[in-house]
């Protein structure tokens, strides 16, 4: 089965700086990519994804690249703010497969630091 | 409108109570999920409905008990838990269960006593 490898587990940066989070997955037939962000004591809220067809997708200061090759799929949040700061979780899946379940990766807590 | 509803936000309960979690979506979706998620871990799925029929249960114990009334509820009723059973429990829908976006509501934290 799938599985999704997210890292770091944890990252600080200073605010005005930009992060960088990673994720590798296993199944080559995986074709959806999405990022949840989740703040404490809420739920995820899907904040941008990404499908194979596509190696970027750009909203405002987030965007997400895949290399389908590398099996490796990158969030990019440039110019964080303090409200940034909570825990991010890549995920993927296959569209169209007989579910649509999604593999998470552990999650990675983002702190910006006024 | 994006809107996934859960109630209640919080519940307390003792190992011989019964319960109910709801979840209620207005977006048309026909397939809804049920995950349980414990404290610095990613959600785990429990549950999927598609089109109100169970379609994925992923090996949950028989305490839990999942229930699909219409299109836009799902309930999880809840029976003789453990406090290994304390977590945040997320609801979650998507378009059909071949589409990829899922929608989260904002969980229900139980705790077990």
């Known amino acids: 089965g799938e599985n999704v490898e997210q890292h770091p587990s944890t990252l600080s940066v200073q605010e005005g700086d930009s992060a960088v989070i990673k994720c590798t997955y296993s199944d080559s037939a995986s074709n959806y990519f999405p990022w949840y962000k989740q703040e404490l004591g809420k739920g995820p809220q899907l904040i941008i994804d990404i499908r194979s067809n596509v190696g970027e997708k750009k909203d405002q200061r987030i965007a997400v690249t895949l290399n389908k090759t590398a099996k490796h799929f990158s969030l990019h949040i440039t110019e964080t703010q303090p409200e940034d700061s909570a825990v991010y979780f890549c995920a993927a899946s296959m569209y169209g497969g007989s579910q649509g379940n999604l593999i998470f990766g552990k999650g990675t807590k983002l702190s910006v630091k006024p | 409108d994006t809107e996934v509803t859960q109630t209640p936000k919080h519940l307390v309960m003792g190992m011989t109570n019964k319960k109910s979690l709801k979840c209620e979506q207005h977006?048309?979706?026909?397939?809804m999920y049920w995950y349980k998620q414990k404290a610095k871990k990613p959600p785990e799925l429990m549950f999927v409905?598609?089109?109100?029929?169970?379609?994925i249960n992923e090996s949950v114990p028989s305490r839990f008990s999942p229930e699909c009334p219409n299109s836009s509820l799902l309930n999880l009723h809840l029976h003789a838990l453990q406090p290994e059973d304390s977590a945040l429990y997320l609801c979650a829908s998507s378009q059909t269960d071949r589409k990829e976006t899922q929608y989260f509501g904002p969980g229900t934290r139980l705790l077990v006593l």
């Open positions: 409905y598609s089109y109100e029929k169970l379609s």
């Open positions: 977006m048309g979706h026909r397939a």
